[in-house]
């Protein structure tokens, strides 16, 4: 039987190639019971942005595996221009993390913009069958792309602790006979 050769590496690509900001202003429509910002339509701007930033870097569809990190730091209130800045931090074969900035400021004001939350989502980039496909590696361009692939390495390993650890006690209870 003859093998297939292993496929050619795709060339790596510069965090900059795919960095991306996506400005959007809030209205009454995306207010809250408390009369700010509801979190759902922030982490929809966080998951928009991110989204385009894994789809440019992988060159096609790529779909949110998970979100973790995401840290409301301040309120949101209508009439606030929002800045949600999203690059790739780290790529795996066929998975990247993105990381969101999310800043805002008065639509009426020049006061400079206030870093008002941050995320962090982990895409994967899928065919046409939605099945996973390679992705370009990342080639950090400065010393704050380089901090954050090395964070990104140490969130993806307790990810993949914590994952193994919760699949290992769920094994051991079922092994037990304990039911949940």
């Given at each position: 039987?003859?093998?297939?050769?292993?496929?050619?590496?795709?060339?790596g690509k510069y965090t900059s190639a795919s960095r991306?900001?996506?400005?959007?202003?809030?209205?009454?429509?995306?207010?809250?019971?408390?009369?700010?910002?509801?979190?759902?339509?922030?982490?929809k701007l966080v998951d928009d942005a991110a989204g385009?930033?894994?789809?440019?870097?992988?060159?096609?569809?790529?779909?949110?595996?998970?979100?973790?990190?995401?840290?409301?730091?301040?309120?949101?209130?209508?009439?606030?221009?929002?800045?949600?800045?999203?690059?790739?931090?780290?790529?795996?074969?066929?998975?990247?993390?993105?990381?969101?900035?999310?800043?805002?400021?008065?639509?009426?004001?020049?006061?400079?913009?206030?870093?008002?939350?941050?995320?962090?989502?982990?895409?994967?980039?899928?065919?046409?069958?939605?099945?996973?496909?390679?992705?370009?590696?990342?080639?950090?361009?400065?010393?704050?792309?380089?901090?954050?692939?090395?964070?990104?390495?140490?969130?993806?390993?307790?990810?993949?602790?914590?994952?193994?650890?919760?699949?290992?006690?769920?094994?051991?209870?079922?092994?037990?006979?304990?039911?949940?």
């Amino acid at each position: 039987m003859i093998e297939s050769p292993a496929p050619e590496p795709l060339p790596g690509k510069y965090t900059s190639a795919s960095r991306t900001t996506l400005s959007h202003i809030m209205t009454h429509n995306d207010t809250n019971l408390l009369g700010t910002v509801h979190g759902g339509v922030i982490m929809k701007l966080v998951d928009d942005a991110a989204g385009a930033v894994a789809g440019r870097h992988s060159g096609g569809p790529a779909v949110t595996a998970s979100m973790d990190e995401m840290a409301f730091l301040e309120p949101v209130r209508v009439g606030d221009l929002v800045h949600v800045k999203a690059q790739v931090n780290w790529t795996g074969r066929s998975s990247m993390e993105v990381g969101v900035r999310v800043l805002a400021e008065r639509w009426n004001e020049s006061a400079p913009a206030t870093q008002v939350g941050s995320a962090y989502l982990v895409f994967a980039a899928v065919d046409a069958e939605g099945k996973p496909r390679p992705v370009p590696p990342i080639i950090p361009e400065t010393e704050r792309d380089k901090r954050r692939y090395q964070e990104a390495q140490i969130r993806r390993t307790h990810r993949l602790a914590r994952r193994r650890a919760i699949k290992e006690l769920r094994d051991r209870r079922a092994a037990e006979g304990i039911d949940d």
